[in-house]
């Protein structure tokens, strides 16, 4: 077991700096335009939303046709707004600190498979949300970005799911692959097995989030950008030049 512990938090570490160099390298060079604050008030804005994303993480809402380990939050919505406002690796390290304070807040209660997949898949979603909505900062790119983002996190966050996290949450939990489908079937009879499990639980799990995180974005990031972001406002105010 010990083992087992010790390459899965290798695994995580080395997924969480892939995470960070693909958002620096994509801010870098495909981000045409982002929010440049100093170096204080771009920490302080982090530091707001992964608060606000753990707390959100707390309040978790339960599926009527997914086993009761798969819940949903609405933590993924300040990330979304941190990235919009202040680039890709900004949402990446949100996502990061969001998952650390919802583990001090409350630990894990799934031998913290569940809380890296959260962090993983959310990074899915988040990450070409925000790179295309930088490409070109308009309405029309915020929508094509958070729907590629659903998209991405629907496909990968499944896969991931079927090929790692499920298996591995089976192995550091010590329940049995047959129990985890058996919570999935006592739901759903059609879910026999962990590629059903994935198709009638996580596929349609995943595309929810995306949805609701999407709308929720689109509706109140414009409204509440001069509330939350000072400068913004100053800009907004800011006379015409003749």
Do not use: W
């Not at 896969?159 to 049995?176: C, D, E, H, R, V």
């Not at 994935?198 to 974005?217: E, M, Q, R, W």
């Amino acid at each position: 077991m010990l083992k087992e512990n010790f390459s899965f938090v290798l695994v995580c570490v080395l997924v969480a700096v892939a995470l960070f160099l693909v958002a620096k390298v994509c801010e870098k060079y495909l981000c045409r335009s982002f929010r440049r604050v100093t170096g204080a008030r771009y920490l302080t804005y982090i530091a707001m939303f992964s608060a606000l994303g753990g707390v959100l993480m707390l309040l978790e809402i339960p599926l009527f046709f997914a086993p009761g380990f798969y819940k949903m939050d609405l933590g993924e919505l300040p990330v979304l707004m941190s990235a919009f406002y202040l680039g890709p690796v900004a949402g990446v390290v949100t996502e990061f600190l969001k998952v650390v304070l919802k583990l001090l807040l409350k630990g894990t209660g799934t031998a913290f498979v569940g809380d890296f997949a959260n962090f993983v898949v959310g990074c899915a979603f988040v990450l070409p949300a925000s790179i295309i909505y930088h490409r070109n900062k308009t309405r029309k790119t915020a929508i094509i970005g958070m729907v590629v983002g659903t998209l991405c996190m629907t496909v990968f966050g499944s896969a991931f799911n079927a090929y790692y996290l499920i298996p591995k949450f089976s192995q550091l939990f010590g329940m049995p692959l047959e129990a985890i489908v058996a919570m999935g079937t006592a739901i759903n009879s059609s879910i026999k097995s962990v590629g059903t499990l994935v198709l009638y639980a996580v596929v349609p799990f995943n595309i929810l989030k995306g949805v609701v995180d999407s709308i929720l974005t689109y509706l109140l990031y414009k409204r509440l950008e001069p509330m939350l972001f000072p400068e913004a406002k100053q800009k907004q105010n800011r006379p015409v030049q003749p």
